[in-house]
């Protein structure tokens, strides 16, 4: 049994801010955990733009705090997503996320990330594996 507080990652390599530096994000449940999926808390911070394409990974994000603006770039359909709104990228799908507030949500991924990801040039994260254990 794994008992991890959002506390006990502040400040370790687990708390993890974007290089463009849009978002902050602590890995609650990673890769390394062998669990299937990861978890996170992530803040996208007021008045910037996250644009992302999870090629390698579905997502689900359940907003807890703020408000965001999400464009499907698929369908070009815009979405106001505040407190209690989930949305899942069942299809891949590119995406722009434009908080007018800070927006803290809590994501879960499948893969699970490593916690080393950044988005790329195309807002992707890579396929990111952790080594098997050895016995």
Same mark, same amino acid.
Do not use: Q, W
């Given at each position: 049994?794994?008992?991890r507080?959002?506390?006990?990652? @502040? &400040? +370790?390599?687990?708390?993890v801010r974007s290089e463009s530096g849009t978002w902050r994000s602590k890995r609650i449940v990673l890769a390394k955990e062998r669990v299937g999926f990861s978890m996170h808390e992530t803040v996208l911070y007021a008045g910037t733009e996250t644009n992302m394409w999870?090629?390698?990974?579905? @997502?689900?994000?359940?907003? *807890? @705090?703020g408000e965001a603006e999400l464009t499907d770039h698929e369908t070009g359909q815009t979405h106001l997503i505040t407190p209690g709104t989930l949305y899942?990228?069942?299809?891949? #799908?590119?995406?722009?996320?434009?908080?007018?507030?800070?927006?803290?949500c809590?994501?879960?991924?499948?893969?699970? *990330? +490593? &916690?080393? @990801?950044?988005?790329? #040039?195309?807002?992707?994260?890579?396929?990111? +594996? #952790?080594? #098997?254990? +050895?016995?």
């Open positions: 049994m794994i008992v507080s959002l506390a006990d990652i @502040e &400040g +370790t390599d687990r708390d999870y090629a390698n990974h579905y @997502e689900a994000v359940l907003c *807890v @705090e899942l990228l069942d299809g891949h #799908e590119r995406h722009t996320l434009r908080p007018k507030t800070d927006f803290r809590v994501c879960v991924f499948n893969p699970p *990330v +490593t &916690g080393r @990801e950044d988005h790329d #040039e195309n807002g992707v994260y890579p396929l990111l +594996t #952790e080594p #098997e254990p +050895t016995a």
